[in-house]
C-alpha cells in the first residue's frame, strides 16, 4: 500500500453519512424495529456477561422468594450491549410490567411525578440515559426510590404547599453510559450496580447463531466469526452487520453465509477485518501517512480528514484508542505501532521525526 493509493479520501464523510455508520453502537430506525424480535427474553437466552448475570439472578431469586419487589437496579455500560434487553428480562423475570422511558424524556419534577403515580405494585421502571434527566426530576427520584413516595408542589412562590403522595413499590433500573457521571446520592440509592464488558468474539458468535436462527438464515462457524470479529464487542452491530451480509448472501450466494461471504459482503460495507470503517481508516490514515503517526493536535486531524473537531474525537478516536490505534498524548494524537501493521504501513525512520512537535494539540 502506498500512500497515492490510498490517501484520505474523505470528500463523501457527510453528517448524513455519519447517521448511517454501520459501525454506530448507537440504535437507528431498522435496528428498533428489528431489535425487539432479536432480543433475548430470559437470563438463560442473555449472551455473556457471565457476572452480572449471575449477580442479578441472584438478587431476582430473593426477591421472588422474599415476594417483594426487586431493588433498584444500575446498569452502566456503552451503548448497544444490551442494557434495555436485561430491564425487559428484569420484568419478565419478575412477572411485572415494563415502563420505558429515558432521562432526556424527563425534563420536569412533574414528568416523573406523573409516570411514578400511575405505577402499578412491582412494575419495573427502566429509565435510559439516567444521567441526563434535569436537576429536579433527579431530587425527587431520591425519595420514590427510597420511600416510594413523592412530594407534589402545587401552587407557587410562598403560597405553594407539598403534596405527599404514596406510590407502590417499583423496580427502578436506571441505565447510564457513564456511571461517573450519577451524583453520589443517586448511585447509592441503587442496590445492585451491573456495569456491562464488551463482548469477547466468541460470544458475539453466540449472538449471531442465535440471531441468525431467529432471521431463519443460514450460517456456519466461520461465517459467524468472521462477522464477530468486526462487531466492535457489540451485540448491535453484530445484529446490524450480521442482517447486512444477509442481504450480500441473498442476491449472490442463495442466502448461505460462509466467511468468504462474511468477508465480500463487509468490504462492500467498508468495514474492515477489525471492525473499521471509512471514517475510522480516514483518520488513521491522515495520523499515519499525512504526520508521520505523530503527535498531532485534533483540530490538525480533524481538518485533515474534513470533519468536524467533535466528529472525530467522540466518533472515530473511542474505537481507535480502544483498539490500541491511536493514543491521545498531551502533546497530540499518536499513532501506535499496530496501527502502522493494520494499515499495512511501514513507520518512519527516526530521521524523517523531525516533524514531530510541529504540530500542537
Ligand atoms: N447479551 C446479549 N445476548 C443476545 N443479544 C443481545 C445481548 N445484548 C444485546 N443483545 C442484542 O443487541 C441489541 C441491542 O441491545 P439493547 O437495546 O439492549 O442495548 P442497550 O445497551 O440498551 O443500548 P442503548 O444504550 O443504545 O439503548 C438487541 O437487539 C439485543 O437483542
Redesign the pocket.
Known sequence: MNWDETGPDTGDLTDERLDDRLVD???DGEDTAV?AA???KDLHE????EKVREQLDLVLKAARARGATADHVLLS?A????????SMIIAAEMGAPIRITSGPAIQHAGDLAAILSSLQEGEVLFL?EIHRMSRPAEEMLYMAMEDFRVDVIVGKGPGATAIPLELPPFTLVG?T?RAGLLPPPLRDRFGFTGH?EFYAPTELER?IH?SAGLLDVAIDTAGAAEIAGRSRGT??IA?RLLRRVRDYAQVKAEGRIDRDIAAAALRVYEVDARGLDRLDRAVLGALLKLFGGGPVGLSTLAVAVGEERETVEEVAEPFLVREGLLARTPRGRVATPAAWAHLGLVPPQHGAKGQQGLFGA
Open positions: 453502537a448507537g440504535a431489535e432479536l432480543r433475548p442473555f449472551v455473556g456477561q455500560g451503548p448497544g450491549l444490551g442494557k434495555t434487553t436485561l435510559d441505565a453510559t456491562m449472538v442465535r451485540p448491535r445484529n
